[in-house]
């Protein structure tokens, strides 16, 4: 099985940065794409981001585009998910997630995704 951990998370003041990591190990299956998704309180789990482990494909919620970075890093099996000008709307628990897929769609299936981290809070405070 392949093992997330995820770590960066934090409070923060709206408009601030912060920058996610996701540490992968062990084996189970190839990893072809890796993904961020958030949960916040009373609400359901929502896609935020994922980035194919192959090449430069990238996909972002509409609401984090433009402000939200994922990017990779091959060598360290790792993965970042870079936030800036944060607003009070993404507070949540943050998880990396693992997919087999090489081709997913739509991009934020969950489904994928058969590996996941623990999670990683992050609050934004207006």
């Known amino acids: 099985q392949v093992q997330l951990v995820e770590s960066g998370g934090g409070s923060v003041q709206a408009g601030g940065s912060l920058k996610l990591s996701c540490a992968t190990s062990g084996r189970g299956f190839s990893v072809n794409h890796m993904g961020w998704f958030r949960q916040a309180p009373g609400k359901e789990r929502e896609f935020v981001s994922s980035?194919?482990?192959?090449?430069?494909?990238?996909d972002y919620l509409d609401s984090v585009r433009g402000r939200f970075t994922i990017s990779k890093d091959i060598a360290k099996g790792t993965v970042y998910l870079q936030m800036s000008s944060l607003k009070s709307e993404d507070t949540a628990v943050y998880y990396c997630?693992?997919?087999?897929?090489?081709?997913?769609?739509?991009?934020?299936?969950?489904?994928?995704?058969?590996?996941w981290g623990q999670g990683t809070q992050v609050t934004v405070s207006s």
């Open positions: 980035i194919a482990w192959r090449n430069a494909n990238a």
């Open positions: 997630a693992a997919s087999p897929s090489v081709g997913i769609w739509p991009p934020s299936r969950a489904s994928a995704f058969i590996s």
